[in-house]
């Protein structure tokens, strides 16, 4: 041993054992990052999904006022419910439809925006919120309001236009 550590040679073996260590030290910590800020999110979407759900049966009212929580409409629910999380959602289901990051519906997690075309025009008119286990928190219709559906095979599954992540 004391030939390795004493010649040029087990000197620069020792150095690179030790720098290899260190680079995989520091390549296992970055894989961990991604987890650490993955629960972050979960967390972030659970609280905005509880908090929705303290809204259940509130009446729907198409155009309803930014801030009201007597009444929503689609997007003025989502823009409510995000807002405490520092994400500032624009006021139409249609420009909500824009933000954020792109998901492809085999990748939904909870807290993703699904956003539908209901009427078939080829323009979005309705976000929810993915809440996990195929079912969405969202309001759609006077006389049902805030509630919570089931997405696969429903109106919002066949009318699906895409789905945006805006927790980060």
């Not at 909500?96 to 998901?103: A, E, F, I, P």
């Not at 969405?136 to 109106?155: C, D, E, N």
């Amino acid at each position: 041993m004391n030939f390795i550590t004493n010649s040029r040679f087990g000197k620069r073996l020792v150095a690179a054992c030790l720098s290899l260590t260190l680079v995989f030290s520091a390549g296992s910590m970055l894989l961990n990052a991604p987890s650490a800020h993955a629960a972050s999110a979960t967390t972030t979407a659970n609280k905005i999904i509880a908090k929705g759900k303290q809204f259940l049966g509130v009446p729907y009212l198409h155009g309803a006022r930014t801030g009201r929580t007597t009444a929503f409409d689609c997007s003025s629910l989502t823009q409510y419910l995000y807002k405490p999380y520092g994400i500032n959602l624009p006021r139409t289901s249609r420009a909500q439809s824009k933000v954020g990051t792109y998901v492809p519906r085999s990748q939904l997690r909870a807290g993703d925006l699904i956003f539908s075309d209901t009427n078939r025009d080829g323009v979005v008119n309705h976000v929810s919120i993915y809440m996990g286990n195929g079912q969405l928190l969202h309001t759609y219709r006077v006389g049902i309001g805030v509630t919570i559906s089931k997405f696969a095979g429903s109106a919002w599954d066949r009318t699906y236009v895409t789905a945006r992540r805006v927790i980060r």
